[in-house]
DNA sequence: ACACCTCTACCTATCAGGTGGTAGGCAAAG
DNA sequence: CTTTGCCTACCACCTGATAGGTAGAGGTGT
């Protein structure tokens, strides 16, 4: 049963991490956020680091099965290829929050070893996903689609940072359309 | 004459803030690195908020003249305008930091409305650089400058922000490679 | 020449509040 | 009577910030 409280911090912190980062999270906050006290977190996670490698885990978890259930949706590789930033979107959308592991990215050279694994589990995740689909829709010749999918990837993790520094999730809007108006993505 | 310490707090914060965030960059750690103690910076900055807009400032200016003297070194349009990827090369290669405003693009929520003001302001300079070359080299049509200099800023500062987060540098050469490649921007 | 003053650029010592983390207790469920 | 899931009560450490002192440089009046 149970494990209901663990779920409910996994995702209260990752709210915070996405508001805040992972050095702005903190255990009093998150615990007041799920009405607990602070000391109960470590029943379920031995320490911050802990938490903060489950969080980014859970968070490339949801984002690959969310990229896949695109996939069955709008089977068109081109076509859903063309969906990829509304994954990214969300996050604006939701109390102009970043994606988790862009955040995390920022804070790379601060992070525990555990959390720096999930965040590159992340981007590879992201990747991986692009390059199958790019391949599929032949947007560009077999060897150069690695360096697309990464360079869509990086693009969009851009977007989202610039847009959200200006609050303003149309001018996210606006640069994916420059993306595709300048062929660096389909439409 | 002097005013050399608030010169070298400036320096040093820059860099810890490159590496650290507004969030990571405290008093004690940087009166260290300085050689005075941590007391002594409120001589020079009233608060840590004044700090920071201090540094984000500076950032700013800094790089809006390094635009210029590129341009003058560069007077073509479109050539110079491909060597705007090495503005953000920089911080990477001196040991894989970040532009302090991307870091604090992040971090925008939680900044202080003085340091804001001068993350917006470092926008407006890169994207202001960037739309007068672009209208120059007739790259895009007038009206679509303005977008396609965004898409540019947004671009590279994603492929920074991944770059470090592999700390591979030649990982942004290659991002930027494939962005030049995808036609966003001028070689 | 001397004493006197003021300003600069730091220092020591301290503070309240926040941080991640630990020890030990306790009520309910099995 | 043991396990689960939480609690209270701490702790050491770090954070930005303040109060008050001080050594030295440079100017001023006598």
Known sequence: MSSNSREAILAAAKRMAQAHGYNGLNFRDLSDEVGIKSASIY???????????AVARRYWEDTASALES??????????CLGRYPEVFRKALAMGNRMCLCSFMAA???????AVKREVQAFADVN????????????????????????????????????????????????LIEAYRAAGLMPA
Chains 1, 2 share one sequence.
């Open 43 to 53: 029943y379920h996670f031995p320490s911050k680091a802990d938490l903060g490698a």
């Open 127 to 174: 990747v991986a996903w692009l390059r199958k689909l790019l391949s599929a829709a032949a947007v560009v010749n077999a060897g150069g689609s690695e360096q697309r999918a990464r360079a869509i990837f990086a693009a969009v993790a851009g977007a989202q940072l610039i847009a959200r520094s200006h609050s303003d999730i149309a001018l996210y809007d606006s």
């Open 107 to 113: 804070e790379y050279d601060d992070l525990p070893e």
């Open 70 to 79: 695109m996939l069955a949706e709008t089977p068109d590789p081109a076509r």
